[in-house]
């Protein structure tokens, strides 16, 4: 079955050509979507030959991915993976996602190896997510923040979420679990490149407010 692996990104004119090019050694089709970065993002990606989706405003990380898995499933693809554009993510692990894929309707990726080494605010962060989450959705997700992420063209018609920002991992997994959905979970290395990007305190205030609305509200 044809896949598509997505990678949004945002001012990563650093990592992108690097994650595109280890990604081309495992996926055909890739689309990068551009959520209107200020640095060179667009044009280094465009060089790599894949295709590059631009939001013309930034619109978050929610919006990005959900602009490229429409894009992949509605251009004839079965599955989807998505992955950061920050190197956060080993791309080297997309044939494992795959491979799990095949008996699972969607599977997480969890931060394991390099967990150590996770900031701070992010360890409390994602420890308080992943308790709220267990208790409104009888869901055991271990990281619930990772983006490292692999489902099919079924189930996403099942977890297409409405959140624009970093809520969207959260909302993937409240409909998840809201749909019965078969899933699986797979350790993952990741590299903390700024210790200061991603998901903030006032980001998780307001993810866990979302959660408790869903939970009201669907």
């Given amino acids: 079955m044809s896949f598509t692996v997505v990678i949004p990104a945002y001012n990563e004119h650093n ?29 280094v990606a465009e ?18 991915l959900k602009t490229g898995v429409d894009y992949a499933f509605r251009e ?13 993510h080993s791309p080297e692990e997309i044939p494992h996602f795959l491979k799990a894929l095949e008996t699972h309707d969607i599977v997480f990726g969890y931060r394991k190896v390099n967990k150590k080494h996770m900031p701070l605010v992010f360890k409390v ?13 009888n869901i055991k997700v271990l990281d619930t923040q990772c ?44 590299i903390y490149h700024n210790r200061h990007k991603g998901t903030t305190v006032f980001d998780g ?4 407010k979302n959660m408790i609305w869903w939970r009201m509200t669907r």
């Fill in 147 to 190: 983006g490292f992420r692999a489902f099919t063209k079924d189930a996403y018609k099942k977890i297409r979420w409405e959140s624009n920002d970093y809520s969207v991992e959260s909302e993937m997994i409240a409909l998840t679990g809201k749909n019965h959905l078969r899933y699986t979970q797979i350790p993952i290395e990741t």
């Fill in 15 to 43: 990592h992108i050509q690097q994650v595109i090019k280890r990604t081309k050694k495992y996926a055909k089709n890739i689309v990068v979507v551009d959520d209107a970065s200020r640095d060179k993002t667009k044009r």
């Fill in 47 to 64: 060089d790599e030959n894949v295709v590059v989706l631009h939001h013309i405003v930034n619109l978050g990380k929610g919006a990005a």
């Fill in 205 to 208: 205030i307001k993810i866990v």
């Fill in 125 to 137: 962060g994602n420890w308080t997510i992943e308790h709220i989450t267990r208790w409104l959705f």
């Fill in 76 to 88: 004839g693809a079965e599955k989807v993976v998505v992955l950061d554009g920050d190197l956060q």
